[in-house]
């Protein structure tokens, strides 16, 4: 008789039902392999490469714009050059990390330009940057 393991007649059938067991194993092992690679990544130090196409993480950007008139303007407002030097400097020394982004009108004295980003490395800024317009647009 099939299930018949050899024992009495009105026994129940005695085995183990294996499928249960290794769908339970299955689930534990991928719990362990996720909190596994959870763990891992928080406590492993990791120096990434650079990228020429990467962008920075979590650092402050201030814009910094020269009108056609030679008129500076820091995040909008009007500033003279040693106004802007200034509020550069307090933002350098708040956060390292801080960027300039410097636009400036096309019709502008190269000159004018240069004195800009003088003021700019003055102030202790270390990554800056020039806005430009795509190509196309």
Do not use: C, H, W
Not at 5 to 20: E, L, M, R, Y
Not at 71 to 82: K, M, N, P, T, Y
């Amino acid at each position: 008789m099939a299930g018949d393991i050899g024992g009495k007649k009105g026994k129940g059938v005695v085995a183990i039902n294996v499928i249960p067991l290794v769908d339970i194993m299955l689930v534990l092992l991928i719990i362990f392999m996720v909190t596994a690679a959870v763990q891992t990544a928080k406590n492993v130090p990791v120096q990434v490469p650079k990228a020429s196409t990467g962008a920075a993480g979590s650092s402050t950007a201030i814009n910094l714009s020269v009108e056609k008139s030679g008129i500076l303007r820091l995040d909008g407002a009007v500033v003279d050059a040693a106004a802007a030097q200034r509020m550069l400097r307090e933002s350098i020394r708040r956060d390292s990390t801080t960027q300039v982004l410097l636009s400036a009108d096309e019709a502008l004295n190269y000159a004018r330009v240069v004195e800009v980003l003088d003021l700019i490395r003055a102030a202790g800024v270390g990554k800056y940057a020039l806005k430009v317009r795509a190509a196309g647009s």
